[in-house]
């Protein structure tokens, strides 16, 4: 019963803060998207949703996540912008709508689309985000995954070898990061919300320490001139990584040390334990109060 409660409350506050900043009330007709170059034939795409990455060269293009349905010709148009190819193989790095909403036109105009075997479990039939108050209806047959993995898988494509891995129970159960590893970038996902507080999908297995585990899995993987693409936010890189990590760890520490003292989720947020994290961290759509919340349901699931 407690559980449920808890679980209200903090639905309750993230309800109102997100349900006018995702997407679904918003006017995509005034969305740009901008193209970042990362390293030559390796560009971040920026609309709005996750941060898209594109591999693009003699053997077609490559791409990472496709953000929303009313946003794919926009997207054709700025990969356009530097490559004829057309798009082979579209990867999501985990399920959720901001995400996979291009799925369904970029599958029936023929792109393979590739994912862990939990994503295509969740496109395929209706999913409730009740942080959002969302109910998302199942993707149709064109949207699905068709090659789906459960640890990980290599693409060999543009002179580029892409191997693209599985992350236990970080933002959600089904993540995938993609490393290019003789570019030397790696699209992190939503592991890594660059200069913000993330969201983490506990509903959908999600965890805090998991997300932790990922950073730091990440971290032993790369060096100083890696190019990290975050699922949100700018473009960064190990340093920025470090302190997205450091700051979860401290911040996800300090409320287990309460919890573990007796404190009820109301006197943790009143002891403000994000504060000194909170002008660098909380100008996202996450705000302290409803991390504070996400931290302390995702710590008593993990007991
Ligand atoms: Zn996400």
Redesign the pocket.
Known sequence: MKKHRLLGTMIGMLFLVLITSLGHTRDFSKVQIKVVEVKPGIHMLMGEG?NICVSSGVDGVFMIDDQFAPLTEKIKTAIASFTSGSIRFVINT?W?F??TGGNENVGDAGAVIIAHENVRKRLSTDQVLTAFNLTLPALSKEGLPVITFTRDVAFHLNGQRIDVFHIKRA??DGDAAAYFTDANVIHTG?ILFAGMYP?I?IEHGGSISGTIDATNRILGMIDDNTRIIP?HGMLTDKHGLIAYRDMLTKIRDRIQSQMNAGKTLEEIKLSQPTQAFDSEWGGGFIKPDVFVGIVYQSLIQEK
């Open positions: 996750g985990h959720h901001d995400h933002h959600t939503d969201f999908d699922g």
